[in-house]
Nanobody
Framework: QVQLVESGGGLVQPGGSLRLSCAASRRIFSFIVMGWYRQAPGKERELVASITGGFSTRYADSVKGRFTISTDNANMVYLQMNSLKPEDTAVYYC??????WGQGTQVTVSS
């Protein structure tokens, strides 16, 4: 079992930046894959970014070049989001090994 707690969401103007953090209750290095997902109103949850083994990353096409996922190889996972767009508005969730989920943090991109 592991608990995940996200933070760092908020309201930001288009073109702005946010950094999301996910704190795990224990070391996450033991998990093969850590990921950030998002769910916008009326839409399905989608994978935004994932990191495998602490270094191999994958991104959704919609965020490539703008978002960066990273870990401290201990118990933290981060999502740096730059050049934010209104369509990035969603609840963002941290996920460990496809099985454990945080409660989510709201990101709203609006002028």
């Amino acid at each position: 079992q592991v608990q995940l707690v996200e933070s760092g969401g908020g309201l930001v103007q288009p073109g702005g930046s946010l950094r999301l953090s996910c704190a795990a209750s224990r070391r996450i290095f033991s998990f093969i894959v850590m990921g950030w997902y998002r769910q916008a109103p009326g839409k399905e949850r989608e994978l935004v970014a994932s990191i495998t083994g602490g270094f191999s990353t994958r991104y959704a096409d919609s965020v490539k070049g703008r978002f960066t996922i990273s870990t401290d190889n201990a118990n933290m996972v981060y999502l740096q989001m730059n050049s934010l767009k209104p369509e990035d508005t969603a609840v963002y969730y941290c996920c460990a090994a496809g099985a454990y989920w945080g409660q989510g943090t709201q990101v709203t991109v609006s002028s």
